[in-house]
């Protein structure tokens, strides 16, 4: 007979010896090959990308991991990617949003204090390459639209490295900035303080084309220089992987895959700098605060030094990717930092589990495949469907008479509101929760 | 000289005055208790004392200096650390860095060495490791409890977590407010010897808020008796038993004088 416990024992076999590896393997072979045999298909590619967590979880060893990881990482999505640029396109988008997602989490997860507005400091950063980086300067005393085309470039475009270290600094001096005022305040407060100082910064980004041009208003900045792609690294890309692509690669498309491999850097370097605070005494005091303010103060926890440290390290992490979407974008405007974006990083973070790594991570792959693939895909599908002379079988509805109200990627925002209900009724603590770490302790060793 | 000198101090909630003019004195080594009716403004002291509130006038000195203005964790710096009347550990971290919390001060590192985790860092997190496992069993945990989510304790093993974490902070003064509430007669009788332990071994000071008298008269060497924000009797135990005016707090006027006509019958 089948029974609960005889499942249980399938899977804890399943998970033992030499099968995880076995299945590890072969969900990655499986995505890899039906994405690149069709780059085409959604569904190919969510079960490729999903073999990433089914590396992740499965009980094999880290050596295993990491190196499949790596592999993974720099060679076999690559050369998927170039076949659909579509697809790393995405890579660097959730790679955008995980940074995002895990600075977020530094401020809502383990300081527990609620920002609505952590976009903001996304924008700093791109608007700080943006006006660095492009002719910006120069058109300070045009006003916009009316710029000649021939200014030029203030900064040469390989200054971009360094900016990415400059926006670490300036965003975390914003979020210093805008924590001083505001961290007295506590939880309903200080969300409604941190949604309108995210609303200031994408209102200032729209407004300050006049009386001087700084931002070129909603029009935005555009072009912005990219860091230089020397030659030899395109033709060196093409010798190695050309023929497994199936045709030579073209400059813009390395450029795709160099964004996103430094997208993966910056993530992992996030990642560490991340899981090390918090397995410090500082991660122990953001997580003092969040538990009880009251008792962590009276334990001696500078409690606005703390949150002071949350607000800019969080900020951090979202001024260094703003400077990489600016570059890989060539372009900034206000409309991509609204109040609809920082929601959409809450819903990441709460997805995933508020306060743990690896889910906030799974939350922002999660919602952005959402976005940009199946809503969208769902969407295309429709509009095919609209296109033909298909009719609903038995109420006799035609597709054609469909209305274009119903398109799936316009109900994005429905999605968001749907998995924040969902999350708060059937998992509060996210797909992966947070775990605390457990020590080994010395004559627990003995015994 | 006084490890701790209270003098006039006054703490005012719009027109409730909940400390009125106190003055109290504690001396290094001694082990005090603070005692009376619910509201007579005991917790409100103990705030003040550690800076959670701000008293309108008077003067705290410790070990000389004011403690007048600081920030509480200013004031945990200079060597108070507290329990609290409701236990507020933090819940979802275990037990072990609920202790290590409290080391907070204490500890070298900072945000570079933490990323960097330089040799000194891990050696620095070890050792405080190691030593918040010792205080944990010291406060009579069983040491396999570290790892233990602090909300999934019993009472009586939160009671004392709070108490590891308060020591982890190395303070001279340690300010206990209602330690054995809720407390089963055993459970009493094994913190009240665990505080002595405390202050004989640790040599702490202890200042302590208490309802239980078992453990009151047992442990202290002094009594402060407050009702209605104010100081009304100090001494020793004996003393603090046989005082008139403290039985007429605790059972009112009436019932002092119904004892009396009763003696006199």
Do not use: C
């Not at chain 2, 330089?118 to 040491?143: M, N, P, T, W």
């Amino acid at each position: 007979m089948f029974s609960k416990e005889k499942f249980h024992d399938f899977l804890t076999k399943l998970n033992t010896g030499y099968t995880p590896y076995i299945l590890t393997l072969a969900h990655i072979l499986i995505g890899a090959i039906w994405v690149y045999s069709s780059p085409r298909s959604n569904v190919a590619f969510v079960v490729f990308i999903s073999s990433l967590l089914t590396l992740y979880g499965l009980n094999t060893k880290n050596v295993f991991k990491l190196s499949t990881g790596l592999i993974l990482a720099l060679v076999v999505m690559p050369v998927l990617g170039v076949r659909n640029i579509f697809y790393l396109e995405i890579m660097f988008q959730i790679s955008i949003f995980a940074a995002l997602s895990l600075g977020l989490n530094i401020v809502i997860g383990f300081a527990g204090l609620l920002d609505l507005g952590y976009v903001a400091f996304y924008a700093v950063g791109a608007y700080l390459w943006g006006f660095f980086g492009s002719q910006q300067f120069f058109a300070i005393p045009y006003a916009p639209g009316v710029q000649p085309s021939n200014l030029p470039f203030l900064l040469p475009g390989d200054m971009f490295y360094l900016f990415i270290f400059i926006a670490i600094i300036v965003a975390a001096l914003t979020g210093i900035l805008l924590g001083l005022p505001v961290l007295r305040l506590r939880g309903d407060y200080l969300a409604i303080v941190t949604l309108g100082f995210g609303e200031v910064i994408r209102v200032l980004a729209n407004n300050l084309d006049k009386p001087w041009n700084i931002t070129n208003g909603p029009q935005g900045i555009t072009p912005i220089q990219r860091p230089t792609m020397p030659q030899f690294i395109v033709d060196g890309f093409n010798t190695l992987f050309s023929g497994v692509i199936g045709h030579t690669v073209s400059t813009a498309d390395v450029y795709n895959v160099f964004f996103y491999l430094l997208a993966l850097l910056v993530i992992i370097t996030i990642i560490q700098v991340v899981s090390r605070l918090n397995d410090s005494k500082i991660g122990r005091a953001w997580t003092a605060i969040r538990e009880d303010e009251t008792a962590a103060i009276a334990m001696g926890i500078p409690l606005v030094q703390m949150k002071l440290a949350a607000f800019a390290a969080g900020a951090s992490f979202a001024g260094a990717m703003g400077v990489l979407m600016a570059a890989s974008r060539t372009f900034v405007s206000p409309e991509s930092f609204s109040f609809m974006q920082s929601i959409g990083v809450l819903t990441m973070v709460i997805l995933g589990g508020t306060g743990s790594i690896p889910g906030v991570i799974l939350g922002a792959a999660t919602v952005t495949i959402l976005n940009l693939q199946i809503l969208q895909g769902f969407s295309l599908y429709l509009s095919q469907l609209r296109q033909s002379d298909a009719v609903i079988p038995i109420i006799n509805f035609a597709w054609k008479n469909l209305s274009t109200q119903l398109d799936p990627a316009k109900y994005q925002r429905l999605l968001f509101g749907a998995i924040l209900v969902l999350m708060m009724i059937f998992r509060p603590a996210g797909l992966i929760p947070a775990a605390r770490r457990q020590r080994e302790l010395a004559d627990e060793k003995a015994e | 000289m006084a490890l701790l000198q209270v003098l006039d101090v006054t703490k005012r909630f719009g027109g409730l005055t909940a400390v009125n003019k106190m003055n109290f004195e504690l001396k290094k080594g001694e082990i005090v208790s603070v005692i009376g009716p619910n509201g007579a403004g005991k917790t409100t002291f103990f705030n003040t004392l550690t800076g959670l509130y701000r008293p309108e006038e008077g003067k705290i000195l410790f070990n000389g200096l004011s403690l007048i203005g600081l920030r509480p964790d200013q004031i945990a710096a200079r060597g108070i650390a507290r329990t609290f009347q409701n236990i507020r550990l933090f819940g979802n971290m275990t037990v072990i860095e609920n202790v290590l919390v409290g080391m907070h001060i204490h500890l070298k590192q900072n945000m570079a060495t933490a990323v960097l985790r330089i040799a000194s860092f891990k050696k620095e997190e070890e050792q405080a490791e190691a030593r918040a496992h010792e205080l944990i069993k010291y406060v009579g945990l069983d040491g396999s409890l570290s790892n233990e989510l602090a909300k999934n304790l019993p009472y009586g093993g939160q009671r004392r977590v709070e108490i590891a974490r308060a020591l982890a902070a190395d303070p001279q003064l340690l300010l206990l407010d209602e330690p054995a509430a809720g407390m089963n007669p055993q459970e009493t009788e094994d913190v009240t010897n665990l505080f002595r332990r405390i202050r004989d071994e640790k040599g702490i000071t202890i200042l302590l808020i208490e309802h239980d008298m078992r453990v009151v008269m047992k442990i202290s060497e002094r009594i402060t008796v407050m009702d209605y924000g104010e100081k009304i009797a100090e001494g020793s135990p004996a003393q603090i038993r046989a005082n008139q005016r403290v039985i007429e707090a605790y059972l009112g006027r009436g019932a002092v004088a119904g004892q009396h006509e009763e003696k006199v019958k």
